[in-house]
């Protein structure tokens, strides 16, 4: 059976001799040596059961073999890490940049979104409008007459007078506008 030292002389020759070549290579030399179940730390285990005078000998010898290992595996990361940002890779800085990947939808959004794909399965169209209207998509086009409520002063935003231009007050003008110019009756609308 091969003594603590002779071990200890056959790995650090194999520590010394050990050449990295991708990332798993550095992996390779951690977990073999300086893991907690690697060479190293077998060593230690049977230093245990050691004579008292073997002890004196054999601990500054593992000490100095867990250090040089240590030491090792370190200037390889550093290698590798330094070849890594000094290789001559060319970027393409016109290309669009990759969005962040974390978090997720808010809940309201997630049921908003399953609404519309229930409506959209049924048939309806989603569309969307300006939210400053003029006189003619709000109220002229759907048929209200000049007295009518909602015309009044106290139940509509207007930005201008003459030319009437409001806040939009109802979704309908909306869908004015969508059959205005899609003249799509066979497909009914949901507007926002």
Known sequence: MESIAEKVTSLKAEIENFRHKAIDDLE????????????ISELFEEFKQASVEEKKSLGKVLNELKQSAETKFKQLTEEFESSATSSNVEVDLSLPSVSNKTGS????????YKIIEVFERLGFNVADGPEIEDDWHNFTALNFPENHPAREMQ?????EKNPDVLLRTHTSNVQIRLTTYSCNYARPCISQ
């Open 105 to 112: 939808l808010h809940p309201l959004n997630l049921t908003r």
């Open 155 to 159: 139940d509509t935003f207007f930005v």
């Open 28 to 39: 390779s030399f951690r977990l073999k040596f300086i893991s907690k179940k690697g060479a």
